[in-house]
């Protein structure tokens, strides 16, 4: 027996044997949602075309991307008027997809504010120091107040007091609800470390490695005045770098709660080489936000399942560094950041 359901504003209904599915859009994850006895996952490919064999299957109206179930005799949308209780469970639907896809964000990042809600914060969303408008960008993009990003690229030497103090003065006057901080990681770098410093002068280590701890330690500070004072922080380097164990690391930890180091893959977030291939360059955060946290935690790496292979962050290509390269943020994981901020911005 063909039993056939009418749509509503959310999807198709199909008519199946015994028993009835409907299938939901798709989600920013990649999955549908089945109200009714099975859920049903839509993919991407072209609707099957009804062969001679398949006697007494019809296909009408159907819609673009839909692979039919194989038990499926009839597939028919009809037109459905408003039904308070049709009109609820679809809401109750939305509700549930909106909150397994801020749970479960090891199944694939997103992007794109699903809060919906109108910020009332009167400070700026963002503010990045050791960073060139990156954050600020997207953050203006999407109608939210933002304006400063304190970098050697825009005319800010972190290793002048007076430039340190005019940052601190800053923080205060903008009281930003994000502060992103990335001071420049060469030498705790595994590459430094273990090809670079032992060639070089040792005093010539030596003034580097001071100028590093001291915009490091100036980096762990700000987000520690940051998070002291009841807003967010995030403190970017590289997943093996060694300033992971630098004492202001523990300090932060130590002083903000709520501050966890999480890891992740910029690969999954579409980090590619100039000739396209994927660049792993594992990453860690070290935030007190909540939003942040669930959002990059787990995102690991899932090029070998694709079958893809990575391009070394070594030497260089198509006339660019490829350490350089992999500096800058992938535009996805911009957006899932300023996700995170918009999140549990107020």
Known sequence: ????????????????????????PQDDHGLSFGIGAKAVKRTLVKPKQASSSSAGK??????????????????????????????????????????FCKAAPRLAPFSGCMCQKEHTYPHDAVFEVFSPPRLVTEAVRRGLKASVS???????????????????????????????????????S???????????????VKERLA??????????????????AGRKFIFEHPGGASSWQSPGVGRVLQQIPEARIIGFCQCRFGLVAPDGQPMQKVTR??????????????????????????????????????????????????????????????
């Not at 470390?193 to 002068?201: E, S």
């Not at 260089?316 to 918009?342: E, F, H, K, T």
């Open 150 to 188: 304190l970098d050697v690229k825009t005319g800010w030497d972190a290793s002048l007091s007076s430039e340190k103090q005019r940052a601190r003065t800053l923080l205060g006057l903008h009281k930003p609800w994000m502060l992103m901080a990335c001071p420049e990681c060469t030498m705790y």
């Open 58 to 99: 019809t296909l009408r109206n159907l819609p673009s991307g839909v692979d039919l179930p194989p038990d499926v005799t009839t597939c028919t949308v009809l037109p459905m008027p408003s039904h308070p209780d049709r009109d609820a469970r679809v809401m109750d639907t939305r509700k549930k997809r909106h909150a």
């Open 285 to 346: 955060f070290l935030t007190n936000s909540a939003a942040i946290i669930q959002i990059f935690s787990g995102c690991n790496c899932i090029c070998k399942l694709l079958g893809r292979s990575h391009v070394k962050i070594e030497g260089s290509m198509n006339g660019y560094s490829l350490s350089r390269w992999a500096q800058c943020y992938p535009p996805m994981m911009v957006s899932a950041i300023l996700d995170g901020v918009q999140q549990e911005m107020p």
């Open 211 to 228: 100028v590093a701890d001291d915009h490091l330690n100036f980096g762990l500070d700000m987000c520690l005045e940051q998070g002291l």
């Open 1 to 24: 027996m063909d039993i056939v359901l009418p749509p509503d504003d959310d999807g198709i209904s199909f008519g199946v044997r015994a028993k009835a599915v409907e299938v939901l």
């Open 190 to 204: 595994i590459i430094q470390r273990n090809c670079n410093i032992p060639k070089m002068n040792p005093e010539v």
